[in-house]
């Protein structure tokens, strides 16, 4: 069953001073199962970060539906936005930025139950505080903690447990263990899997760490300069990549062996171009090695080549044709 | 044995300087010998930084380095008027920092940056511009004549790490440290820094420390590990053993934390209990004790550094208990 579904969202911002635009999200749609993670992988400027606030509706997209439960969230009342809404939750990269210096875990999360009318009366918010505090491994007197008495890895357990709160279908995790410390990535990786299994909760992983959304994805998205140029099973996109810019992201995850691979050397040459002139015909085409002719005039599309993994490569598609 | 390019002998470095005060490393040894290349891994609070902060005489108030000798080419740092120290820095030893917004001068041309580092150890002028150009079109800047004349907030963030990088080579410096240079990067990018660095190090003998909370990245950089973990030096040895026969606990556990790029079972990451400790907490024996899960009896008191197979450890349970 399809929970969330984005069909062709498109995301333009006016460049301030200038008469550019810029297309941070480009085309996209995408569909999510219901327990399922679907992981987005890409970097910086490629509108990862844009596409989760567009799912989430901190955004309004240029064009393109959000369809949530088969609801499109643009043709709700303010009221049944604010109710479906609960229903898809956000959660940041920097819990310290996202939290209150002056509140407590307590009183953030007993907030969040206030204003959506959760919990019941204080003491029934109170209990489930203490609830939601043990879902994410806290004690009870962490409900007494300011956000600077926190370690990062505990800050980022009480962002969770903020999304937690109104009982979400959905969690969008922008890049949420990308700030922590090694071994403390390792205990909040290992919880977003528990809560998911024992919630029957399904996830966007947003994140630019391939070796992450390796490890939780079902399925994964990459994206390039606002569009997606490949989508697959986890280990299709991943351990089989064919677009030629997931070669070099994968490329240059680094293997914690020094007895892999021969010499260092870059797995890609240049930076991601300036989105606001994304070159022509397939925006990869300067860097990418397997440029030829068509890739600098026509824009290739997402397309079938083997089964369930598409690919926007005019050379895959050529070489490895539709599945 | 040849004589080592640096030496830290007995290093602590306090914070504060009244009642109170709190040792933040304790007594740490370490040799680099010259043409080697080291990686100095631990997590936030490990003391890898100040330490590196120590050898360039760059920690200030309330941060001192209290007991303890550095030596760069036999030359006691301590010993040296703050005039000398600045002709030893940028020139004998130089370090690039993880975010080279803060330490490129935002109001200066970059290219103005390498010259000025260059003139500030006696080079003339034209000379300092004919090698501020070279320097440039060495680090790989395109166009190194229109790049110099960009400010820093003009230039992308791996743009900026590579004119950083220029700086730092300016005067052919004998020793680099390079402090989580690619932590802010994306992956794309890091991975160009990283095979930089490593081709120019080679190409002029130039001796490396990396600093980093990442094992992953350093494994096919480095020729040697030191690990460090609430500012004491827990394991050093070559880095093939660090990977592959890792000594003490917390290495081990380290590099079971990070998921496994060959493993389709995606299991649970390995977690490390507990939290690395703080400044202001001692800690009976070993640093590592109260978060170990082989601690015995004798990890009550401190351990110190000796050599095991063909590093050194420091810790107490013999490997075969644990392994």
New interface residues.
């Given amino acids: 069953m399809v929970i969330l579904e984005a069909v062709d969202l498109h995301k333009r911002y006016p460049v301030r001073g200038t008469e550019l635009i810029v297309n941070a999200v480009n085309g996209v749609s995408l569909s999510l199962a219901a327990g399922e993670t679907l992981g987005i992988v890409g970097?910086?400027g490629c509108g990862k970060s844009t596409l989760a606030r567009l799912l989430v509706r901190l955004e309004e997209p240029t064009s393109g539906q959000v369809l949530l439960d088969g609801v499109d969230l643009g043709s709700l009342s303010d009221r049944a936005m604010r109710e479906q809404r609960r229903k898809i939750q956000l959660v940041f990269q920097d819990p310290y930025a996202s939290l209150n210096p002056r509140r407590t875990a307590g009183q953030t999360l007993g907030e969040v139950l206030a204003v959506h009318g959760l919990g019941g009366d204080a003491k029934g918010r109170r209990a489930r505080v203490y609830e939601l505090l043990d879902m994410v491994g806290l004690r009870r007197s962490f409900s007494e903690r300011l956000p600077h008495e926190m370690?990062?890895?505990q800050r980022q357990r009480v962002g969770i447990a903020r999304a937690l709160a109104v009982d979400p279908r959905v969690i969008l995790l922008d890049e949420p263990v990308s700030a922590l410390?090694?071994?403390?990535?390792?205990?909040i990786?290992?919880l977003l899997?528990?809560l998911r299994d024992d919630l029957g909760l399904s996830y966007v992983f947003i994140s630019?760490?391939?070796?992450?959304v390796?490890?939780?994805s079902d399925r994964v998205g990459v994206m390039y300069l606002g569009r997606v140029v490949e989508a697959g099973p986890w280990?299709e996109v991943v351990d089989r990549p064919l677009h030629p810019y997931t070669l070099?992201?994968r490329?240059?995850?680094?293997?914690?062996?020094?007895?892999?691979?021969g010499e260092?050397?870059?797995?890609?040459?240049g930076?991601?171009p300036d989105p606001a002139q994304p070159p022509s015909g397939c925006t990869f085409h300067p860097r990418c090695p397997l440029a030829e002719e068509a890739c600098w005039t026509d824009e290739p599309q997402l397309e079938l080549i083997r089964p369930d993994h598409h690919v926007a490569c005019h050379v895959v598609q050529r070489e490895h044709g539709p599945a | 044995m040849t004589e080592p390019l640096l030496q830290i002998e007995d290093l602590v470095v306090t914070l504060g300087a009244r009642t109170g005060d709190h040792d933040i490393v304790h007594g740490i040894s370490l040799r680099v010998q010259p043409g080697e290349t080291l990686g100095v891994v631990g997590e936030s609070g490990s003391g890898k930084t100040l330490t590196m902060l120590a050898v360039m005489r760059l920690l200030s108030p309330p941060l001192a380095m209290s007991r303890g000798s550095i030596r760069l080419e036999g030359e006691d740092l301590a010993a040296l008027s703050e005039s000398e120290m600045r002709g030893v820095r940028g020139r004998k030893v130089a370090m690039v920092y993880q975010d080279p917004m803060t330490s490129l001068n935002p109001l200066m041309r970059v290219g103005d940056q390498v010259i000025e580092a260059m003139t500030a150890h006696g080079v003339d002028d034209d000379e300092a511009r004919r090698r501020a150009l070279e320097t440039m079109a060495r680090v790989e800047l395109p166009d190194p004549e229109r790049t110099s004349r960009a400010y820093p907030h003009e230039l992308s963030g791996g743009m900026r790490q590579r004119a950083l990088i220029a700086t730092a080579l300016a005067n052919d410096p004998t020793l680099l440290i390079a402090d989580e240079p690619t932590t802010a990067l994306d992956v794309t990018i890091q991975r160009q820094i990283l095979a930089l660095v490593k081709h120019l190090s080679d190409e002029f003998h130039m001796t490396t420390v990396w600093v980093t909370h990442d094992l992953g990245v350093i494994a096919r950089l480095v020729d040697r590990v030191v690990v460090m973990y609430g500012g004491y030096i827990v394991e050093d040895a070559p880095v093939d053993q660090i990977f592959h026969a890792p000594q003490h606990p917390y290495t081990k556990r380290l590099l079971a934390s990070l998921p496994n790029p060959a493993d389709d079972s995606r299991p649970p990451l390995a977690q490390i209990p507990g939290r690395p400790p703080l400044p202001s907490e001692s800690i009976e024996g070993c640093p590592f004790r109260p978060r170990c899960q082989e601690a015995i009896e004798s990890c009550l008191t401190l351990p110190s550094l000796e050599p095991r197979l063909e590093g050194a450890v420091a810790c107490w349970v013999p490997p075969e208990r644990w392994g």
């Avoid at chain 1, 410390?181 to 205990?187: G, I, K, N």
């Avoid at chain 1, 630019?208 to 992450?212: K, L, S, T, Y």
């Fill in positions: 970097e910086s370690s990062g890895g410390d090694v071994s403390v990535r390792a205990e990786m290992n899997g528990q630019h760490d391939v070796a992450m390796r490890h939780l280990k070099a992201l490329e240059a995850v680094p293997v914690p062996d020094p007895r892999t691979g260092l050397q870059a797995s890609v040459s930076e991601v």
